[in-house]
């Protein structure tokens, strides 16, 4: 997806442009629910940054568990 993509995005560290790759809503909100409904622990919730590396890891990883092709020591 990355090298089809005409954006510069860096997936690999930036959960906002992983979510724009997978053209996902990627606003705030959006996120935050996202977070929500796989499953984020609640401390992480009240911190947007630890939300949001919790939500890079958990979407590479739930994009691996499905047959994604993706490295595993971005989500490990």
């Known amino acids: 997806l990355a090298a089809a993509n005409p954006q510069?995005?860096?997936w690999?560290?930036?959960?906002v442009d992983l979510?724009?790759?997978l053209d996902i809503d990627s606003s705030f909100?959006?996120?935050k629910?996202?977070?929500?409904?796989?499953?984020c622990p609640a401390e992480y919730m009240h911190d947007s940054a630890k939300?949001?590396?919790?939500?890079?890891?958990?979407?590479l990883r739930?994009?691996?568990?499905?047959?994604?092709?993706?490295?595993?020591?971005?989500?490990?």
């Open 29 to 31: 909100g959006a996120r």
């Open 62 to 76: 739930q994009i691996a568990e499905n047959g994604g092709n993706v490295p595993a020591e971005l989500y490990d």
């Open 33 to 39: 629910d996202l977070a929500t409904e796989l499953g």
């Open 51 to 59: 939300m949001n590396v919790w939500l890079h890891k958990e979407v």
């Open 19 to 21: 979510l724009k790759l």
């Open 8 to 10: 510069k995005l860096n």
């Open 12 to 15: 690999k560290v930036s959960i």
